[in-house]
Nanobody
Framework: VQLQAYGGGLVQPGGSLRLSCVAS????????SGWFRQAPGKEREFVAG????????YYADSVKGRFTISKDSAKNTVYLQMNSLKPEDTAVYYC?????????????????WGQGTHVTVSS
């Protein structure tokens, strides 16, 4: 499985961005995807996750109400819609995938990772 993440960029505080993560190779609904981020000098942290079967969604408290994770099974793509962005959302965002239906907030559970896309929130 290969993951390709894109959609990052520079946005002003309060703005929006949509990240996409396209999976190629072996795919299955018996999987879960996650978005993680890592800011300079900080540990990687879980942002959001979704089950491919059933579509259950999970969010970090810091992004609840502002970010929305979704998927398009036909396109093997997971999205992260980010609204009301804040400077503290600035980070490299990574998508990840694991086999199995459980969305884990710890990155070690994920076998496949995208290359990361930079998000900068600044005026």
């Amino acid at each position: 499985v290969q993951l390709q993440a894109y959609g990052g960029g520079l946005v002003q505080p309060g703005g929006s961005l949509r990240l996409s993560c396209v999976a190629s190779g072996r795919t299955s609904n018996d999987a879960a995807s996650g978005w993680f981020r890592q800011a300079p000098g900080k540990e990687r942290e879980f942002v959001a996750g979704i089950r491919w079967s059933g579509g259950n969604r999970y969010y970090a408290d810091s992004v609840k109400g502002r970010f929305t994770i979704s998927k398009d099974s036909a396109k093997n793509t997971v999205y992260l819609q980010m609204n009301s962005l804040k400077p503290e959302d600035t980070a490299v965002y990574y998508c990840a995938l694991r086999w199995g239906l459980t969305v884990h907030s710890t990155g070690d559970w994920y076998s496949y990772w995208g290359q990361g896309t930079h998000v900068t929130v600044s005026s």
